[in-house]
């Protein structure tokens, strides 16, 4: 019988007995020699048979011929030439604010915003049209994992309610809301606030150009709010809002 081992593709070699071709992902592959015979190993491949072994005397081979070392080395070189395709880099953003935000009206929602940059990449977050830099823009199509998270602060002597919930192209997402509550501030004074962060995430599926907005709404607006708090001697500045999104596919 007559073998031959040549190129199929940057990513594949193809062994033919003299009878049929057989394919094997380069990356998967790898030959010795053992006195005469070039041991040629598939390590893995595509039908789920996890090994396959094929034992040929060099003097067999017509393509690469030569002696013993140069069949060995020439195989060799086609296993090597491996191109792996090319994996665009995954689309982020990682946004936040040091503002203090406040809805307009009890239980009607606002836009959380997030107006300073930390880390992007095909991720935006835009004017939605009012002045609030809410609107978190996709680039490109994909599976996003977007995640948020809030500081709210209360002074009122009472607990309330606190909704969250994100909207679509302007369009609220039917079942994304989520009602937490805050309690009742320690006492009156300064310092004696109610705090409270919150946050979780979604799993979106993303055309390019879609934009979503991170939405809240309280029955107190005078005094349930989003706060940003300085730094101390002894812990850092604390962000009133923070967003990531994350191409996972």
Known sequence: MSYYVTDYSTTEVELNDGLRSYYYKKCYCS???????????????ENNAYRQQWSIAYTDFTSPSGSAAAVL???????????AATIAAAEFGQYFSYVSQAAVTNNIGAAMAF???????????EDDGSGTISRITFGSTGIYNLQFSTQFQSIANTPHDIWIWIAKNNIDVVGSTGLVAIPA???AGVGNEAHLIIGWNFLLDITAGDFYRIMWATDDVTRV????????ANYPSTASTLVTATQIK
């Open 31 to 45: 030959v010795e020699l053992q006195g005469e015979y070039i041991i040629f190993t598939a390590h893995r491949v």
């Open 73 to 83: 080395a020439a195989i060799q070189v086609l296993i090597n030439n491996y191109s």
């Open 115 to 125: 107006e300073t940059l930390d880390l992007s990449n095909g991720v935006t977050v």
């Open 185 to 187: 501030r320690k006492s």
């Open 225 to 232: 709010t989003i706060e940003t708090y300085a730094s101390t």
